[in-house]
């Protein structure tokens, strides 16, 4: 079964947590131009943890500042009107006019650089700050309906028992409605990252090998119900270092088989649960801060995603 593509819940997000090191560790001075800030601006973005991909589109974006803008500006003179010029410039430049996500994406990248060099006190006024943002329209991720949750954990839940029990459905789907961690977090969940201390409380800890994505590792709260079913996981599959020790291709079959004999048609997805984790945490009157630490977001990406969580979890959807 075709997994449903949709909106990707917390790549790595456009302005990762600051470190607590200094962010450039070269000197930077006030009459510093737009072609030297360039190495400059890299760095920070290094430094911050910004993906490799997003790395590479912002400095095309800069790029293209600079061909409008000339190598040898500096940049405590550059003013609103003049990036503004530089936006209407890039709408005109081009037959037909950029895509309104790339055009979101370069004024992000006005900010984040700008926002940069006033952080460093390299400007004293942002000129970037003024701008509004565009936001590209994405169509609202699927959520699960409750009679859909329902008739899904029935299903897996039935195969906890039988001639040939399988807890690996259950535990999957119970494990990501109740975290709403995303598949890559789930793939790297090793058996001592579950803290059984407390048979009443258990926790999920969330880390990362990749040091870059430190600032997402956190701990969640699991369902006491969840331990015997890990229990008879355990005692079946025999996982040595991982709890799930195969293929993420192999789970999304799991989700879709599931989906299929619940009778679920538009299928169930890490993602689908994730956001349908979410959407019921929000219903359930989760405070909003304690809900972006859970989903392991950075304050700007939560902004965006509060909002479709909101839409989703409106009586009218």
């Not at 530089?86 to 430049?93: E, I, K, M, S």
Request: proline content about 9%; some cysteine.
């Amino acid at each position: 079964m075709a997994e449903e593509k949709q909106p990707v819940l917390f790549e790595p997000p456009e302005e990762p947590a600051r470190p607590s090191e200094p962010v450039v560790s070269t000197p930077l001075t006030e009459a510093l131009t737009l072609d030297a800030a360039l190495p400059a601006f890299e760095q920070y973005m290094r430094q911050r943890g910004f993906a490799l991909n997003t790395r590479k589109a912002f400095l095309g974006d800069m790029r293209l500042l600079i061909k409008y803008l000339g190598g040898h500006r500096l940049v405590d003179t550059i003013t609103v009107e003049e990036l503004e010029g530089y936006l209407n410039w890039l709408y005109t430049r081009q037959d037909p006019p950029p895509k309104p996500k790339t055009m979101a994406r370069r004024i992000t990248t006005l900010k984040v650089f700008f926002g940069f060099l006033h952080d460093e006190k390299i400007i004293a006024h942002n000129p970037a700050a003024e701008i509004p943002q565009i936001r590209a329209k994405t169509p609202l991720p699927r959520i699960l309906h409750d009679d859909e949750v329902d008739r899904l954990l029935q299903t897996t839940q039935d195969k906890l028992w039988g001639r040939n029990p399988d807890p690996r459905p259950y535990l999957l789907v119970t494990l990501i409605l109740h975290t709403g961690i995303k598949k890559g977090e789930c793939m790297n969940i090793k058996l001592h990252h579950i803290d059984r201390s407390n048979p009443r409380r258990p926790v999920l800890e969330v880390r990362y090998d990749n040091p870059r994505f430190r600032y997402k590792e956190r701990n969640i709260a699991l369902p006491a119900f969840w331990l015997p079913v890990l229990d008879q996981y355990l005692e079946i599959y025999r996982p040595k270092e991982r709890l799930f020790e195969c293929t993420a291709r192999n789970l999304e079959y799991v989700l879709a088989d599931a989906a299929e004999e619940a009778g679920i048609k538009d299928g169930v997805s890490f993602e689908s649960l994730r956001w349908t984790c979410a959407v019921r945490d929000y219903r359930k009157g989760m405070p909003e801060e304690q809900l972006r630490q859970k989903l392991g977001l950075s304050p700007v990406t939560w902004r965006e995603t509060l909002e479709k969580i909101k839409k989703l979890a409106s009586p009218g959807l």
